[in-house]
């Protein structure tokens, strides 16, 4: 149960934005959270050792922050039934600045005779979109 | 070259992965989640649940434990160092709460060439102890080849 009346929303309709500040302590949090230790999380001369621009975020930190934009919108976490992105562009962290994860969600989808809507996150770094397709199917 | 033969695989079970309140809180911070049935016992069995839930993505923390066994599997011939995550889903019949006994079951859906690099979807399925299916895990891997 939530307080959110599908009947009330239109697709295309703005939901949430939130600005995730990702910094190097953030990637060392998630590392230790989620035990992906990968060093390019971390480790600049390991990063750029394989070509890489910088320290990049993990991708699955930056999928999991820009669901909290729909978790927020509905209250619950647990409403979340499905949820998928693609991983189009790499968040480069700066060791200092770190980087700003800007994340907007919108109705994309309204099924009423489930009680379900579908949430299109769109998550921008440096003014590039970092997720493909992201959508979260949030259970009403 | 990703191994083509091992599209159909399936990986054996892995061991029962227990998921702890605090595990739970830790990883709400790392993904920045300010949600109470994530972090407050209180707000998450107000809601209905007997402990506090995992987020959304926590799941990826049990699909890894597949994904090792496979990535140590000689036969599917996976080099990490190589290896991008190309996209991931999550489908979940209900969501991960704080004492759950969790095993994985993994199966290559799909290996796919495409020029040099190849794309390998990974199928985990997520049970509880009494074998209900709490989430299925849907991984794309991108492992490039040889420029």
């Known amino acids: 149960m939530t307080h959110i009346n599908i009947a009330s929303l239109e697709v295309g309709q703005v939901i949430g934005s939130t600005e995730f500040l990702l910094t190097r302590d953030s990637l060392v949090r998630y590392a230790g959270a989620s035990g992906d230790f990968n060093q390019i999380h971390y480790r600049d001369d390991v990063a750029a050792a394989v070509g890489l621009p910088g320290v990049l975020a993990h991708g699955m930190l930056t999928m999991g922050a820009a669901v909290q934009v729909a978790v927020d919108w509905v209250g619950n976490a647990g409403a979340v039934v499905d949820y998928q992105v693609r991983f189009t562009k790499p968040v480069v962290v700066d060791p200092v600045n770190g980087a700003v994860l800007v994340v907007t969600g919108k109705v994309g989808e309204i099924d009423a005779e489930n009680n379900v809507v579908r949430v299109d996150l769109e998550a921008v770094f440096d003014d590039n979109k970092v997720l493909g397709k992201a959508q979260a199917r949030v259970q009403l | ?147």
């Not at chain 2, 990883?27 to 506090?52: C, E, R």
């Not at chain 2, 990535?71 to 709460?97: N, T, W």
């Open chain 2, 1 to 147: 070259m990703v191994n083509p033969n091992v599209q159909g695989k399936k990986y054996p079970a892995t061991d029962p992965y227990l998921v702890g309140r605090e595990k739970i809180r830790e990883f709400a911070h790392a993904v920045k989640s300010t949600n109470p049935m994530n972090l407050d016992v209180f707000a998450a069995q107000a809601a209905g649940y007997t402990d506090v839930i995992a987020p959304p993505t926590f799941a990826v923390v049990i699909q890894e434990r597949s994904l090792a066994t496979v990535l140590g599997d000689p036969e599917a011939d996976i080099d990490f160092s190589r290896v991008v995550h190309g996209d991931q889903r999550f489908i979940h019949a209900r969501p991960i709460v704080a004492g759950d006994e969790l095993v994985s079951e993994l199966e290559v859906a799909s290996v796919k060439s495409l020029g040099a690099h190849s794309m390998v979807t990974f199928e985990t399925k997520i049970y509880d102890v009494t074998k209900e299916l709490v989430c299925t895990a849907i991984s794309t891997l991108v492992v490039r080849g040889d420029e």
